[in-house]
């Protein structure tokens, strides 16, 4: 049985409005109560451990600095984020988040 999450998680890639980057392709769409931010990073990214979660702390960091009602997001990551230092990587991620706001 899924978990409630990898439903929203399907539903959102499926139906939510797409925005790719180089190192990255948001999805997003409206909901009434959303869930909290996903963000996927694959071991293709990077091997080890640390430097996923360290990826995705800084960019759960940058999600929450911006006001998103009502607005589920998915964020799918590639290699290249890897090697971005953090202002670098919250300029991409700042750019497309503003754009949806």
């Known amino acids: 049985m899924p978990r409630v999450s990898d439903d929203v998680l399907d539903r959102v890639t499926r139906r939510g409005i797409r925005i790719s980057r180089r190192g990255f392709t948001l999805y997003y769409l409206k909901f009434l109560n959303p869930p909290a931010p996903r963000i996927v990073i694959s ?3 990077d091997k080890r451990a640390v430097v996923r979660n360290r990826l995705r702390r800084r960019i ?3 999600v929450q600095t911006y006001r998103l009602p009502n607005r589920a997001l998915v964020i799918i ?4 984020l890897v090697a971005l ?3 670098e990587l919250k300029q991409q991620v700042g750019d497309v ?3 949806i706001q």
């Open 60 to 62: 759960r960091a940058i």
């Open 77 to 80: 990551t590639r290699k290249e």
């Open 85 to 87: 230092t953090y202002p």
């Open 43 to 45: 071991q293709k990214v």
């Open 97 to 99: 988040l503003g754009q």
